[in-house]
């Protein structure tokens, strides 16, 4: 499966500190000018539509290609992107300019493949931080999807940030908005399975870090967009695991209603899709998808 995908490197710009897109660009060379990584794999006959999935903190777009598989066997055209500072994805490890980059870049990809395939509908996957970064694009670009899987989202991100420090050595160490801190998740808290996180542990791709930037912009996404989701008339699935001590499921079962759905994974941490049982999470996901995704996007 793995040699049936195709890379694409989106020539995008870059991003001002406070993510919006810096000026000056030559068009004599690539200054100002970074380069996005995407894994494609087309759907096997004619496309029912386009998928995105949307990594979680540290992790890559390469760790979803045997959903990205499954996809393409029902039809659906996939994009896994290596965000900003992940996987091959040019930048400083873990730093984000924030949700306005993040929309941009996402609005970047779903342009790519509305290039392609411009009558099919666009969907969202987003896995634990990507959740919320999917529900940001849902939120600021109206209209553009076709429905939202969140899986797992962070109602309350807890990374371990950077710290100004007191007294004397504030003269000598500064902390700024691309202050390296650690996601801090463990293998334990991700998977159920050994051999699923073995590989994650394995994956020279994978990180821990997070700079205080983006960090403090995830937070901030949390509390700005979790409260609009019932209000965005959207079909979304929201899929969580019972045993995740990351987020909270109890505050994704109250999402529940109206165009949200949420479906709880019985012995699941904060990864099903990647955990043992990960085949049958994603069976799930592509039967809702097939019965709710909206065309004419």
Known sequence: MQDDFFLTNLELRESTDTGEE????????????????????AARGEPKGAVTV????????????????ALAERQWAVALPDLRGHGG???DRGHSG??????????????????????????LVGQGLGALYS?????????????????????NPAFNLPVAPSGLKKLFKKVGPRSAGQIGYTQDQLFADSGAASSWANDPLVHDEITLRAGEQAAD??????????????????????????SDVSLSRALAGGDV???????????????SGGGQVGERILDWLGANVRSGF
Request: proline share 6%; net charge negative; aromatic share 4%.
């Open 22 to 41: 810096r000026e000056g660009l030559s068009h004599r060379s690539m200054a100002g000018m970074f380069l996005l990584q995407v894994r494609e794999l």
């Open 261 to 275: 759905a949420v479906e709880i994974v019985e012995g699941a941490l904060h990864q099903p899709l990647q955990d």
């Open 89 to 91: 994805t040019e930048g």
């Open 221 to 246: 996404a949390a509390l700005r967009y979790l409260p609009r989701l019932a209000d965005l008339g959207l079909p979304t699935l929201i899929v969580h695991g019972d045993h995740d001590p990351i």
């Open 98 to 123: 924030g949700i306005n980059e993040v929309v941009r870049d996402l609005a970047a990809i779903q342009d790519h493949l509305a290039y392609r395939l411009p009558d099919a509908p666009k969907v």
């Open 54 to 69: 949307v990594h979680d903190a540290g992790d890559h777009g390469g760790r979803y290609q045997d959903f990205a598989g």
């Open 135 to 155: 529900l940001a694009f849902a939120v600021e670009k109206p209209g553009q999807l076709g429905a939202l899987v969140l899986i797992a989202p962070l109602h």
